[in-house]
């Protein structure tokens, strides 16, 4: 299983990444290792917005890099809405669960 996972960084500016476990990859990320994201080093995560699980790794990496993608306002919609439908033919949003970010 993988994840695609968004995280709102101090400044209010946003991190897309992927990651086979997000429970090690958000340990990295809020503790500033140095495996964390050069990006979440220099602008610390705040908190993990948003959160979607696949089955495979080559369907995280389409989304994330398809969120990459978008401005800063579709960004916030979509961690307001969890719609990936908004992709219409270029992600199958039916290969993606929300996740349950509400344990981190």
Known sequence: MYYTYMLICRGGSIYTGFAADLVRRMGEH???TDKCAKYTRSHP????AAAWKTGDKAAACRLEYRIK???KKQKLSL???GDL???GEKINAGD???A?????
């Open 96 to 98: 993606y669960e929300k």
């Open 30 to 32: 809020f503790g500033g």
């Open 85 to 87: 439908s908004i992709f």
């Open 45 to 48: 995560p705040e908190r993990l």
């Open 100 to 104: 349950d970010i509400s344990v981190f």
């Open 69 to 71: 993608q978008l401005t």
């Open 79 to 81: 961690i307001e809405s």
